[in-house]
């Protein structure tokens, strides 16, 4: 099928092509910069192993918050009808658009010492700020709206006539989320899981605020590859090119999910 016969114009062609190079080429750049013969040696040294695993179970575990809270949320906002939903879509979205590094000011003033969640915490005897918890926290401020979105359009497109047929056969509400709802959004939620934890691996301005960089503690890889690019160059873009590696299997993985989708 040609461009024509698919009703777009030819002319859209160009500014599409010069669309991808502008996101290829930085890509490219980045590759041709690897020392590929010490590629394995420079994401391995004992800083960027530490950084990627703390990475990747502070991703997992935001991934897990964001579930727990996201489904719930995307539920309320795509299956009930109350005043000023509008408005609490938009607060919850806020993260999409709001800085990290604000999001970070905000989560610091809100569970630090000195917060408005501080003396709480501090008589409860725990510890949030600068520690791996706030690293799970951060990443999970600025990871939710994904799932939160994704699960919500697929339950608006899944549409209720399942939902309302078992209803009306007697199962009770729960019944009807575990074995109707939940079954029938699962591409869905899976897209939203494999978004949020991409979000939360890439998590930098908010960890860096609320969570600091404190090696084996709260220097997750992103922050890693921030202090490398100042004493190893050629570490920092390996590192760099890995998370690249990780985004691209990450859509891959939202593709599939979608393409099953029902």
């Known amino acids: 099928m040609t461009t024509e016969q698919a009703g777009?114009?030819?002319?859209?062609?160009?500014?599409?092509?010069?669309?991808?190079?502008?996101i290829v080429l930085p890509l490219a750049a980045l590759a041709t910069r690897v020392e590929w013969t010490h590629f394995f040696a420079l994401i391995s040294s004992d800083s960027s192993q530490a950084a990627l695993w703390l990475s990747l179970r502070t991703s997992a575990a935001s991934t897990v918050l964001c579930v727990v809270l996201g489904v719930p949320m995307a539920l309320v906002l795509a299956r009930t009808s109350f005043r000023g939903q509008s408005f609490v879509r938009s607060i919850v979205l806020l993260p999409l658009v709001l800085p990290p590094v604000v999001g970070g000011i905000a989560l610091l003033y809100t569970f630090g010492r000195k917060g408005l969640l501080g003396e709480t915490i501090d008589v409860l005897g725990l510890q949030i700020a600068f520690s791996t918890t706030a690293v799970?926290?951060?990443?999970?401020?600025?990871?939710?709206?994904?799932?939160?979105?994704?699960?919500?359009?697929?339950?608006?497109?899944?549409?209720?006539?399942?939902?309302?047929?078992?209803?009306?056969?007697?199962?009770?509400?729960?019944?009807?989320?575990?074995?109707?709802?939940?079954?029938?959004?699962?591409?869905?939620?899976?897209?939203?899981?494999?978004?949020?934890?991409?979000?939360?691996?890439?998590?930098?301005?908010?960890?860096?605020?609320?969570?600091?960089?404190?090696?084996?503690v709260t220097r997750t890889l992103p922050l890693e590859i921030y202090l490398q690019r100042e004493t190893d160059p050629d570490a920092a873009v390996a590192l760099s090119l890995l998370l690249v590696v990780v985004a691209v299997l990450v859509i891959g993985l939202v593709r599939g999910a979608r393409s099953s989708a029902p």
Do not use: D, H, K, N
């Open 8 to 22: 777009v114009p030819r002319w859209v062609l160009l500014p599409a092509a010069l669309g991808a190079a502008f």
């Open 136 to 216: 799970v926290i951060a990443q999970t401020f600025v990871a939710l709206p994904f799932m939160v979105v994704s699960l919500e359009g697929t339950l608006r497109t899944a549409g209720e006539r399942y939902e309302v047929v078992a209803a009306t056969l007697g199962a009770r509400p729960t019944t009807v989320l575990r074995r109707v709802t939940l079954p029938l959004v699962l591409p869905g939620l899976a897209a939203g899981a494999v978004l949020s934890f991409a979000r939360a691996l890439g998590e930098f301005g908010a960890t860096i605020t609320f969570a600091g960089s404190l090696e084996g």
